[in-house]
């Protein structure tokens, strides 16, 4: 009961994540047509009055790079992962450090 | 929530500019006061700020066929309160709108705006009315995250709603509800596993750090003694 108690967060996480996975299966399953598009490229196609987002009929105000393929998009948005990742690492591994020093 | 280049309008963009950079320079300022009187403030300004970097890159689907990101910065809105979330925010934007043409450079103030401070404030403003509350700091730290990251994508609507290029339908209150259906409804699950997956983390610096916690006045010492507890199952 103890044991329950102290990991009831990570037990949480788990749960959350596991119903999270079923509702994704489940609106896979009932909506065969979801692209599961970010809300940003449909509200972008919506303003564009194009379903294609990406085909910019919208002229940018300000000239911008875009990622020449979506493998490319992916590992720039593991890259910023990975960033956020390291600094997370970092701190958590130089506050085990202290604790490990006293 | 990231509003795209050109889409819209320039006086809009430039309104939301005027709003978003007077509070990145007082987050500069307030920044520079916290860690000049504390140096162990870095560590977790660190273990935010890089939630922020994490959680927004990661795209989730939701159980209406879409897929939406997580904001992350609730719990940087109770450690450091909106205008240091704001600068971390404007950071990571930047990063989106340079190299992944998520987000633009002329929007960049309104999604700064939205994801930055108002989301923020919202969550920040929870805090406070929570902080002496009996509720447990981990039901704190999920409801003000899950409020931080909903309220977001509200002001997204609001924004685009306003000052969109074209409108998406007739008027702007209209044009308020349609994108609150595109973005609001579809970030609710999502702001609930982030709420849950924040309250985990804030539970580890809780049992790692809780002294830094006591310092900067986030909780008392009395609340971190007592979630330290529950953490620990003693």
């Given at each position: 009961m103890q044991m329950a108690r102290k990991y009831n967060l990570e037990i949480l996480v788990v749960a959350a994540i596991i119903v999270f996975g079923i509702l994704f299966l489940y609106t896979s399953l009932i909506m065969k047509n979801a692209e599961f598009a970010g809300t940003d490229d449909i509200a972008a196609a919506k303003i564009s009055g194009?379903?294609?987002?990406?085909?910019?009929?919208i002229k940018p105000l300000i000239p911008q790079w875009v990622p020449p393929s979506t493998e490319i998009e992916s590992i720039l948005f593991g890259l910023q992962a990975a960033i956020g990742g390291m600094i997370i690492g970092g701190a958590f591994g130089y506050w085990i450090g202290q604790k490990k020093k006293v | 929530m990231h509003i795209m280049e050109g889409y819209l309008s320039p006086q809009w963009c430039i309104v939301w500019w005027i709003i978003a950079l007077p509070c990145i320079l007082f987050g500069i300022y307030r920044l520079k006061q916290i860690t000049n009187a504390d140096r162990e403030a870095l560590p977790l300004l660190g273990v935010t700020g890089g939630f922020i970097f994490f959680l927004s890159s990661l795209k989730l689907p939701t159980p209406f066929g879409s897929s939406s990101h997580p904001t992350g910065t609730g719990l940087s809105a109770i450690c450091f309160g909106p205008w240091i979330t704001s600068i971390v925010c404007a950071i990571v934007l930047l990063f989106q709108a340079l190299f992944?043409?998520?987000?633009g450079l002329s929007t960049l103030g309104a999604n700064t705006v939205s994801m930055g401070i108002i989301g923020p404030f919202v969550g920040y403003t929870i805090y406070r009315l929570l902080?002496?509350?009996?509720?447990s700091i981990y039901t704190t730290v999920f409801i003000v995250t899950a409020f931080a990251d909903v309220s977001t994508y509200i002001v997204t609507s609001f924004q685009l709603a306003l000052g969109a290029v074209q409108p998406a339908t007739g008027d702007i209150v209209s044009s308020f509800i349609w994108y609150l259906g595109i973005f609001a409804f579809a970030q609710i699950p999502i702001a609930i596993v982030e709420g849950i997956v924040l309250a985990l983390v804030f539970k580890y610096i809780v049992q790692l750090k809780p002294d830094i916690l006591i310092r900067l006045h986030i909780f008392s010492e009395e609340t971190i003694n007592t979630a330290k507890r529950d953490a620990d199952g003693s």
């Open positions: 194009s379903p294609n987002a990406s085909l910019q009929t | 992944l043409a998520h987000g902080k002496n509350t009996s509720i």
